[in-house]
């Protein structure tokens, strides 16, 4: 149950960072050279201003589901090591 908790904790907010990382690679890409970033679209315009969208409102299920999946595995964590001191 241990494994399976720090599995469950750890990895989801790797993929998390990892998604959220790649698309800020590519608005900095945007911005340095001039433009601005469509993230409605997620493409660079290089003639109308676009406001910026965090990640967590473009993407909030995603967001919440992999928050929700590392509270599971710190729930099981948690057990894992009750069950263990016992």
Same mark, same amino acid.
């Given at each position: 149950?241990?494994?399976?908790?720090?599995?469950?904790?750890?990895?989801?907010?790797?993929?998390?960072?990892?998604?959220?990382? *790649?698309?800020?690679?590519?608005?900095?890409?945007?911005?340095?050279?001039?433009? *601005?970033?469509?993230?409605?679209?997620?493409?660079?315009?290089?003639?109308? *201003?676009?406001?910026?969208?965090?990640?967590?409102?473009?993407?909030?299920?995603?967001?919440?589901?992999?928050?929700?999946?590392?509270?599971?595995?710190? %729930?099981? %964590?948690?057990?894992?090591?009750?069950?263990?001191?016992?």
């Amino acid at each position: 149950m241990l494994r399976l908790g720090l599995l469950l904790l750890i990895l989801p907010g790797v993929v998390l960072m990892g998604v959220f990382w *790649s698309e800020q690679s590519v608005v900095n890409e945007c911005l340095s050279a001039g433009g *601005s970033f469509n993230y409605g679209e997620s493409v660079c315009d290089m003639t109308t *201003s676009h406001p910026f969208v965090p990640f967590a409102m473009r993407n909030p299920l995603f967001v919440n589901l992999t928050m929700l999946a590392s509270a599971a595995g710190f %729930c099981c %964590c948690l057990f894992g090591l009750y069950v263990r001191g016992r």
